[in-house]
Nanobody, 123 residues
Framework: QVELVESGGGLVQPGGSLSVSCAAA????????MGWYRQAPGKQRELVAT???????NYADFVKGRFTISRDHAKNVVHLQMNGLKPEDTAVYYC?????????????????WGQGTQVTVSS
């Protein structure tokens, strides 16, 4: 069982920056894939960015050039640096993990999810 604990997020003005972090507890081994998804009110949850143990990263088109995902592999911690935030980035951001890689290799979200952290972009 993997527990994902998120931190960060909050309120920022358009054009501003925020970061969110996620630490995986309860797993002694390196987790293959970790990443972030988001869900805005009335919308489906969507992929934001993922990264694998091998260093492969995957970004949604709408965040390319603005968001950066990074990871501390030894500690199973993943960060998401968000720059140039827009009101449409407002959502609950969820950490995701796929310990063995089967889901990420199939283009799906992993089986473990954090509780979510709110990111609000508003003036």
């Amino acid at each position: 069982q993997v527990e994902l604990v998120e931190s960060g997020g909050g309120l920022v003005q358009p054009g501003g920056s925020l970061s969110v972090s996620c630490a995986a507890a309860g797993n002694r081994f390196r987790i293959y894939g970790m990443g972030w998804y988001r869900q805005a009110p009335g919308k489906q949850r969507e992929l934001v960015a993922t990264t694998t143990d091998g260093g492969t990263t995957n970004y949604a088109d709408f965040v390319k050039g603005r968001f950066t995902i990074s990871r501390d592999h030894a500690k199973n911690v993943v960060h998401l640096q968000m720059n140039g935030l827009k009101p449409e980035d407002t959502a609950v951001y969820y950490c995701n993990a796929d310990p063995m890689g089967r889901y990420y290799e199939a283009g799906r979200g992993g089986p473990y999810w954090g509780q979510g952290t709110q990111v609000t972009v508003s003036s």
